[in-house]
């Protein structure tokens, strides 16, 4: 079956603008991740969502960063006024959130490049 | 902090060459460890998780990992390399209770024919 997806694969902008990024689960999967990747950073964690709700958005860096999710499924985060030190490549994942050992599925990221 | 540390950030084998990738976790309780692979441009892909069912843990691939909780660790380890395996991978965790991972730093796996 169709695995997470993710889009735009690549985004470059210009530092003050906003991004939307933006990720669809695999179906069925109540749980949704996003993730941050960069060079100085390693792999961190930024918001969790179970349905629509956000019971955990402790990784968020700055109130520059926000993220939903709509209908149980489709997520957008979006970072206003982008700063160069944004620039990573976002990871999203998903889980059936059946218990807690339920395994989360990556897309394939998206890189951002703050110019 | 519940958190991992892998113990090198690069390791070299040859081909057919038993691999051993590191890790050990800080927790005063079992955690729920995964061992992650990223190939050069793909995604995370899931190669084995352990959930206290078994201390021997068989992934992908032919990758094995076995938690020690008397050396709080967990270890990842295949018998014969392939370059095909030449990859970044990472050791993670997650809290009791939470459902953000916890990454490694990473160890990019080399594999010389």
């Known amino acids: 079956g169709a695995g997470v997806s993710q889009s735009p694969s690549n985004k470059v902008t210009e530092k003050g603008k906003d991004v939307e990024l933006r990720c669809d689960p695999i179906s069925g999967h109540t749980a949704l991740y996003w993730y941050r990747q960069s060079l100085g950073q390693g792999l961190e964690f930024l918001i969790y969502?179970?349905?629509?709700?956000?019971?955990?958005k402790s990784g968020l860096p700055s109130d520059r960063f926000s993220a939903e999710r709509t209908g149980g499924s489709v997520s957008t985060l979006t970072i206003q006024r982008t700063q160069q030190e944004d620039s990573a490549v976002y990871l999203c994942?998903?889980?059936?959130?059946?218990?807690?050992?339920?395994?989360?599925?990556f897309g394939p990221g998206t890189r951002l490049t703050v110019l | 902090a519940q958190s991992v540390t892998q113990l090198d950030s690069h390791v070299s084998v040859s081909e057919g060459t038993p691999v051993l990738l590191r890790c050990n976790y800080s927790?005063?309780?079992?955690?729920?460890l995964f061992w992650y692979v990223q190939h050069p441009n793909k995604g995370l892909q899931l190669l084995l998780k352990?959930?206290?069912?078994?201390?021997l843990v068989k992934g992908i691939n032919g990758f094995e990992a076995e938690f020690k909780k008397s050396e709080t660790s967990f270890h990842l380890t295949k018998p014969s390399a392939h370059m095909s395996d030449a990859a970044e991978y990472f050791c993670v965790s997650r809290y009791t209770g939470r459902r953000a991972l916890t990454f490694g730093s990473g160890t990019r796996l080399q594999v010389q024919p």
């Open positions: 352990y959930t206290s069912a078994a201390t």
């Open positions: 994942a998903s889980s059936l959130a059946s218990g807690g050992t339920d395994t989360q599925y």
């Open positions: 927790s005063s309780y079992s955690p729920s």
């Open positions: 969502f179970q349905g629509n709700s956000a019971p955990d």
